[in-house]
């Protein structure tokens, strides 16, 4: 699918964007070959970008290839997303191909709802996913939807709490409203055991929250292999040049053996 794939990928910009009149009749032209393509491509990644290119047209068809890619849609409870494979890494999830799925959804369409946390799952501790490229449209995919949970009403305070026999905490943020919704709050904790933790809401509103926990694991892997030198002195001497008149100079073999640890 390299040439519909490419096209698709060409054509988002001049949607996005908005079709300038001088390119109308191109832009027309492309759409109806992604059209042509929904029947005949069954790569994930490829019906994505056509599904997206379809919705930002305007064309009725954007349903029928949304119908087909949803058919190789993996669940999960609570959540939807895309795979792709790799002869390196098998089977993984996709955040690009669900973004651009995501994206393809229209605003009273609820079913965006699961492959919206289909892509968060995916989110790294640090704010972003695994590649540039899964970052910059994983994170324009989730900014997008993200703004159908907004309210001029919102108000929710949200908690947390641990309660263990060596820690115990409470924290209660400010309350999210739609003057500081897009402020990341983050509260550090250092845990000695273990506990139990929960998270409380009240009010009206929207929040994603990210529980993330780090901790350091004992090592007790064997090396795969061990390695033996053994330095042996020949008698003979060979002429060289010396590098000082004052350094000694000798020959001498290194004999390297190696076997599997046990």
């Known amino acids: 699918d390299g040439d519909v794939a490419i096209t698709a990928y060409t054509l988002i910009p001049f949607l996005e964007g908005g079709v300038i009149a001088k390119y109308s009749v191109l832009v027309n032209k492309a759409l109806d070959?992604?059209?042509?393509e929904i029947p005949l491509s069954s790569n994930h990644h490829t019906l994505s970008l056509i599904a997206y290119n379809l919705f930002l047209a305007g064309r009725p068809s954007a349903e029928e290839a949304m119908a087909k890619l949803e058919s190789f849609a993996k669940q999960e409870p609570g959540s939807t997303f895309w795979t792709t494979e790799s002869k390196y890494s098998g089977e993984k999830p996709s955040v690009e191909i669900s973004s651009y799925a995501l994206m393809?959804?229209?605003?009273?369409?609820?079913?965006?709802?699961?492959?919206?946390?289909?892509?968060?799952?995916?989110?790294?501790?640090?704010?972003g996913f695994k590649s540039t490229q899964d970052t910059v449209i994983g994170l324009q995919a989730i900014s997008q939807r993200a703004s159908f949970f907004v309210s001029p009403?919102?108000?929710?305070?949200?908690?947390?709490?641990?309660?263990?026999e060596t820690d115990s905490f409470s924290w209660v943020p400010e309350p999210l409203t739609p003057a500081n919704a897009n402020v990341v709050q983050i509260k550090n904790i250092e845990l000695s055991g273990e506990g139990l933790f929960g998270i409380s809401s009240s009010g009206k509103?929207?929040?994603m929250i990210q529980v993330i926990i780090h901790y350091n694991t004992e090592d007790t892997s064997n090396d795969p292999f061990e390695v033996d030198f053994l330095f042996t002195e020949v008698a003979e001497k060979r002429k060289r040049k010396r590098r000082s008149a004052d350094t000694p100079d000798s020959d001498f073999c290194i004999q390297v053996t190696t076997k599997a640890a046990d």
Do not use: C, H, K
């Open 104 to 127: 393809s959804y229209s605003r009273d369409n609820e079913d965006f709802l699961p492959v919206f946390r289909g892509i968060m799952s995916q989110l790294s501790a640090t704010g």
């Open 153 to 164: 009403e919102d108000n929710l305070e949200i908690g947390a709490m641990l309660d263990s």
């Open 33 to 36: 070959t992604l059209e042509a």
């Open 205 to 207: 509103g929207t929040a």
